[in-house]
């Protein structure tokens, strides 16, 4: 990446350790430093148990990290929450069943005490972005999983937040779907130059999609790599058939089996 | 022609008819049997017939009314009560509920009695009830109220307890007030809880009701069900009074169900 | 950039309060002692006659918990004998109609293009007021025995049989319906009997629903119980020695029945609750 870019996450010697049901110290997370630059694309990668999530919900002040700390744009996590400058998309369309599609974009919209102006046309700009106009006044139990997560993009974006995180937001949908997601999620991160950290178990994925890919291992869950993707953008479907694409899925596929740098 | 027929016979309301065709089929049987074996068949099972004519006859029965005038009459001093309690009853629940949820000092405290209270058998303790507050239309009122709490709260607490983690996640990212987390996911998220609890809630409160009208004879559904039985009028309004509460309970968990369904669009899709 | 950022204490101190707030320990003793502060309040309210005074009542209507608890253990034997006939109609009828409902549930699962429209017209009878079966079934039992006593308990047991019935076939049904996904699909599979599906699949699914209907039928047996008692013609049980002692405004009598009508219902939770955990342990 370019070395003059703002760095706007920084996190040091970042570390969780939980309690289990014996009182016994379980450690999720040990010693994770990264820095990560203003409108990049990080992709956090692991088997599952290796603390991606939790390393995700430590920036977003979701968890209280154990040791170490995070500072986002000079301030605490908290701070920056409480600006309401962070958008989540959870592994689940998390949405409100009592609320239209285009109600549901417009919910965090509303809890910022937007104008009632403000929020609609924000909330079909969003549904057209995501390409969900027609489906505005439907309700969530009426759309497909594709198209629910969609939704649930668009909410997350319809904010405009500096910093987006998104937990494995496509594991649950199917591969045609997926792909299709990833094109648009690509589009629109290029339109809205945002900060993206997206956590995956897909190495394909991570890829495809990402600047960076933060590869973690588990037991303790720790930072084991960091390997550059330098794929030209805009990146289309064809570029996974390419050598170059192969050649980063094998470098971090051996990022694992090599062992760790820490 | 089978194959239409064969439509017709899958639907469920073709099933509940058949339900009720053989209960009604069963009743008219037993009426038969009674009215050739016993001498007063109309206070065992009268015919289905015999009730509609009653109801339908213009003959006065009590204080110059009709049989289902006098129905009617004390219907309305019944059911007004019970649903005066109903809704004092439903509205602290909900109060209550959400109060429990706000504090958890409040739920440790109230929650063990809100499942003991669910154990008495407040229908029981009516008479004493009556005994405290001394006059009938109170009574009525508190215990439709008493009976109508405990679902409606168990329930809706139920609900807010439900709502699932990530939602709050998401209203913690969005640095979301509390008193809008309550308005714009607790609440709702509980809102068809609440209705399964009213649901639950007005039958009881209508039973109450009647029954607290027995224990004094002051007007009310039950304070005729009682006359009816000791012959002070025709047996038949008793049968009137069975048919009618039976109904009246049916029809108001109907009704519920559909104030349910109107406020909740999302669920007709 | 290293200047702009605050550094923040590592490991923050946290007060002893909030300490306390979080340690699980604290928490699973408060669970238990706030209730028993809140029990211990109620007692002193009612001690001090203080809940008489918001009541507007006296301690002749609303006698002091001492006298209550004298009155239980000097009539120990009436009461003994009264809720044995309680509780005796209340499990009897609790039995057959718990039996009947089940039974009720299967046949609507097995037949399903008869049985659907069943567990609708059951749950119509659940909400039919009590007040309204019990007289009915006193006239029915008339002729059933020259004891009065004999044909009040039978007409008392069907009242209960028909409510708790209801509660049952609605909620089994749903319990040997309402199955996983695809082990319908493997049944077929493997050409299962309609008999072996029932065996393995449906009866054990419909267990949890069992007891979800119990859990409403158990406290309702009782209840039914102490108000159809009302309306019986022999004078006996819990509910009917309220009332009774009501009318001769004996009312610490009245009282002492109320709380054991009160601990019949506790207890038959606790057991119940017993039941489940043992019978249920496979599920969870």
């Known amino acids: 990446m370019s070395k003059e870019r703002e760095i706007e996450i920084i996190t040091r010697n970042l570390g969780v350790t939980f309690k289990d049901d014996q009182d016994k110290d379980v450690v999720a997370l040990t010693n994770v430093n990264l820095e990560i630059c203003k409108g990049e694309f990080i992709a956090l990668l692991g088997p599952s148990g290796c603390g991606k999530t939790t390393l995700l919900r430590c920036m977003a002040d979701l968890q209280k990290p154990t040791e170490g700390d995070v500072h986002i744009q000079g301030m605490t996590p908290k701070e920056v929450r409480l600006q309401q400058k962070f958008g989540f998309v959870f592994q689940q369309p998390v949405l409100f069943d009592w609320r239209t599609v285009k109600k549901n974009i417009e919910l965090p919209m509303e809890i910022m005490g937007r104008s009632k102006g403000e929020r609609s046309d924000r909330a079909d700009e969003m549904l057209e972005m995501v390409g969900l106009k027609e489906f505005a006044n439907h309700y969530p139990k009426q759309l497909s999983g594709g198209m629910q997560q969609r939704a649930n993009i668009a909410r997350a974006f319809g904010l405009d937040p500096d910093i987006l995180f998104m937990d494995e937001p496509f594991s649950a949908l199917d591969e045609f779907t997926k792909e299709k997601l990833h094109e648009d999620l690509l589009r629109i991160w290029r339109a809205t130059n945002k900060t993206i950290l997206f956590v995956t178990h897909n190495i394909q994925e991570g890829v495809f999609l990402s600047d960076r890919i933060c590869v973690l291992s588990p037991h303790p869950g720790r930072l084991s790599a960091i390997v550059d993707i330098d794929i030209e953008r805009p990146r289309s479907l064809e570029v996974k058939d390419s050598v170059h694409f192969t050649e980063l899925v094998a470098k971090v596929r051996n990022s694992f089996e090599g062992g760790s740098i820490a | 022609m089978i194959r239409k027929l064969d439509k017709i016979t899958n639907k469920k309301w073709f099933s509940s008819l058949l339900w009720v065709l053989l209960l009604v089929i069963a009743w008219e049987v037993g009426a038969y049997v009674v009215a050739g074996a016993k001498r007063t068949p109309e206070n065992i099972l009268p015919h289905l017939w015999q009730i509609i004519g009653a109801a339908a006859t213009g003959k006065k029965v009590a204080g110059g009314m009709t049989a289902l005038q006098a129905v009617f009459d004390s219907a309305r001093a019944t059911l007004f009560r019970a649903l005066l309690g109903f809704f004092f009853g439903a509205v602290s629940g909900f109060a209550f509920a959400l109060l429990m949820k706000l504090s958890g000092v409040v739920e440790k405290l109230l929650f063990p009695y809100l499942m003991l209270i669910q154990l008495i058998p407040v229908l029981g303790i009516a008479p004493i009830i009556l005994a405290i507050t001394g006059d009938i239309n109170v009574s009525r009122v508190v215990i439709a109220a008493i009976l109508s709490f405990y679902p409606v709260a168990t329930n809706t607490l139920a609900g807010f307890k439900a709502v699932e983690k990530e939602k709050y996640d998401l209203m913690h990212i969005c640095a979301a007030k509390t008193r809008m987390i309550y308005t714009k996911v607790l609440i709702p998220s509980a809102i068809p809880y609440f209705f399964t609890g009213l649901k639950i809630a007005a039958p009881m409160a209508v039973t109450a009701s009647i029954l607290v009208d027995t224990l004094q004879g002051d007007g009310g559904l039950g304070c005729l069900l009682s006359q009816s039985l000791k012959h002070a009028m025709s047996i038949y309004v008793f049968w009137l009074i069975v048919f009618f509460s039976a109904f009246i309970g049916i029809i108001v968990s109907k009704v519920i169900g559909w104030i349910e369904y109107s406020v909740s669009p999302w669920r007709r899709c | ?284």
């Open chain 3, 1 to 284: 950039m290293e200047k702009e950022i605050r550094l923040q204490k590592i490991g923050r101190r946290k007060s002893l309060r909030q300490r306390a707030k979080e340690s699980k320990k604290w928490q699973k003793i408060t669970t238990v002692v706030y209730p028993l502060i809140f029990g211990a309040v109620l007692v002193g309210l009612w001690q001090g006659q203080i809940l008489h005074r918001w009541f507007h009542t006296d301690t002749f209507t609303l006698p002091l918990l001492n006298k209550i608890g004298e009155i239980m253990r000097d009539n120990m034997d009436k009461i003994l004998e009264n809720t044995g006939a309680t509780v005796s109609v209340a499990v009897i009828g609790l039995v057959i109609g718990s039996l009947l409902g089940y039974l009720v549930a299967v046949l609507a699962a097995l037949f399903p293009k008869i049985g659907m429209g069943g567990p609708a017209v059951l749950g119509a009878f659940a909400s039919v007021p009590v007040v309204a079966i019990a007289p009915v079934l006193n006239n029915w039992t008339k002729d059933l025995s020259d004891e009065a006593s004999i044909r009040s308990m039978i007409s008392k047991i069907i009242v209960v049989t028909l409510i708790c019935a209801a509660d049952m076939g609605l909620n089994a049904y749903r319990g040997l319906t309402e199955i996983k996904p695809f082990s319908e699909d493997l049944m077929a599979i493997y050409a299962a009997p309609k008999r072996t599906t029932l065996w393995k699949l449906r009866l054990p699914n419909s267990l949890p629903y069992v007891f979800t209907a119990l859990k409403v039928s158990v406290p309702a047996s009782i209840m039914t119980a102490i108000v159809s008692e009302y309306f019986a013609e022999y004078i006996t049980g819990v509910g009917r020695q309220i009332r009774e002692n009501i009318v001769l405004a004996q009312y610490a009598t009245a009282w002492a029945y109320i709380a054991t009508a009160c601990l019949i219902g506790i207890a038959a939770y606790v057991i119940l609750m017993a039941f489940q955990s043992i019978l249920l342990r496979r599920y969870s």
